[in-house]
C-alpha cells in the first residue's frame, strides 16, 4: 500500500497563492467602487480601446469650446451692458441739445453738458472685463479712447480751428462767423480730424478688426465691437462740436448749425450703436445655440463612455465584500496552517 503525503508547507503556499489573487481581485475591485470604471479599461475593451480614446477627445473637446463658450457670452453680456450705457448717455444728451438750441445761455448749457457726455462715453467705451478692455479690438491691453480734455484730440482742433478761421475759438471774433462758415468747417476740416488716421493718432487705441470667437471646430463669431467704428466717432463728433464752440463766442445763427450738426451725428450714432447690439446679439444667439447641441453631444458621448468602460455599482460593492469576506477566510485558513507541527502529535 502506498501512503501519499501532502506536507503543510505545500497547503501554506496554496493557500498564499488563492490569497495573492484574491487580494489583486479585491484592489482591482475597490479601484472600480471609487472610480466606476474597470480597473483595467485595455482589457475590457479590447480592440475598441481606439473608439474610446477618439470619444474622450471628442469629450475633452466639446467641454473646451462649452466652457469657452459660456465664457464669451460673458464678455458679450458685459459689452452689451457698455453699449446700452453709451446709448443712455446719447439719448440723454441729444435731448439736452433740443432743448439749449433755442435756450439764451445755450451755448454755457451745451458746454457743461457735452463736457459730461464726454466723459460718460469714456467710461463706457473703455469698460474691462477680465482685465481686458471689451472696445480696443484686437488691442485688449490698453484704453481704447484717450481723455479728451487736454489731450492731442483738443490740440488738433484747436489747430484746425485757428487754421480755418483765422483766430482762437475763444477770440471775440468768432461773433462774426456765419452760420454757412461753420457748417463749411465742420463737414471739413472738423471731419477730417475723425477721418481713420487722425482718429487713431488723438482719439482711439483701438484696433478695427474684432477678437474672433471659435465657438466650435466649424465656427467662429464676432461678439465683439471697437472705439473705431462709425457710432463711437458720429458720438464724439457731435459732443466735441458742442464742446468746444460753445465758449459764448458764437452768434446765434453760427450756434444753431453747430446744434444741428451735433443732432444729426448723435441722432445716427444711437442708431449705429442699436445695430451693434443686435449685430452682437444675433452672434450670442448663434453661441447660445452652438452650446445645447454641444452639450447634448456631451451627453451621448458620456453615455457610451460609460456603457463600455463603467461597471454596475451595485454588483461592484457585492464583489467587494464577497471577496473581503473571502480574504479574511483565507487569512484564517492559513493562520490554521501555519500552525500545524508534528510536534502537536508526539
Known amino acids: 500500500m502506498v501512503i501519499n503525503g501532502i506536507s503543510t508547507l505545500a497547503t501554506t503556499l496554496l493557500a498564499q497563492d488563492s490569497m495573492s489573487s484574491t487580494q489583486k481581485k479585491l484592489n482591482d475591485a475597490v479601484t472600480e467602487q471609487s472610480t466606476l470604471r474597470h ?25 473646451n469650446f462649452s466652457e469657452a463658450n459660456a465664457q464669451a457670452l460673458a464678455r458679450a453680456d458685459a459689452l452689451q451692458t457698455s453699449l446700452d450705457a453709451t446709448k443712455t448717455t446719447a439719448s440723454d444728451f441729444l435731448t439736452s441739445l433740443a432743448g439749449a438750441r433755442n435756450a439764451v445761455n445755450g451755448q454755457a448749457l451745451t458746454k457743461q453738458s457735452s463736457g459730461l457726455a464726454i466723459d460718460a462715453v469714456a467710461t463706457s467705451v473703455n ?31 484747436d ?3 485757428q487754421s480755418f478761421f483765422g483766430f482762437s475759438k475763444t477770440d471775440p471774433a468768432a461773433v462774426n462767423i456765419t452760420a454757412a462758415q461753420m457748417n463749411l468747417f465742420l463737414q471739413g476740416p472738423y471731419e477730417n480730424l475723425f477721418q481713420s488716421s487722425s482718429w487713431s493718432a488723438n482719439f482711439s487705441n483701438a484696433t478695427s478688426n474684432n477678437l474672433q470667437s471659435r465657438i466650435d471646430n466649424n465656427q467662429q463669431v464676432d461678439l465683439s ?16 462740436a458742442v464742446q468746444e464752440t460753445g465758449s459764448g463766442q458764437l452768434n446765434s445763427a453760427a450756434f444753431q448749425a453747430v446744434i444741428d450738426y451735433s443732432m444729426g451725428k448723435i441722432s445716427g450714432a444711437i442708431q449705429g450703436l442699436g445695430a451693434t447690439q443686435a449685430r452682437v446679439g444675433e452672434a450670442q444667439q448663434t453661441v447660445t445655440q452652438t452650446n445645447a447641441k454641444l452639450s447634448s453631444m456631451k451627453t451621448i458621448v458620456e453615455d457610451e463612455i460609460q456603457r463600455t468602460e463603467g461597471v454596475d455599482p451595485a454588483e461592484v460593492a457585492t464583489r467587494v465584500n464577497n471577496l473581503t469576506s473571502q480574504l ?14 508534528l510536534l502537536n502529535y508526539i
Open 159 to 161: 489747430t484746425a480751428f
Open 225 to 240: 465691437a471697437n472705439a473705431n467704428e462709425t457710432p463711437i466717432k458720429d458720438l464724439m463728433r457731435g459732443m466735441v
Open 328 to 341: 479574511e477566510a483565507n487569512y484564517t485558513v492559513t493562520g490554521k496552517l501555519a500552525k500545524l507541527s
Open 39 to 63: 480597473a483595467d479599461v485595455g482589457l475590457t475593451l479590447g480592440g475598441n480601446v481606439s473608439r474610446n480614446l477618439n470619444w474622450r477627445l471628442t469629450l475633452s473637446q466639446t467641454t
Open 127 to 157: 469698460v474691462t472685463y477680465d482685465g481686458q478692455y471689451l472696445l480696443g479690438g484686437q488691442n485688449t491691453d490698453v484704453a481704447p479712447l484717450n481723455s479728451y480734455q487736454g489731450g492731442t484730440a483738443q490740440t488738433s482742433f
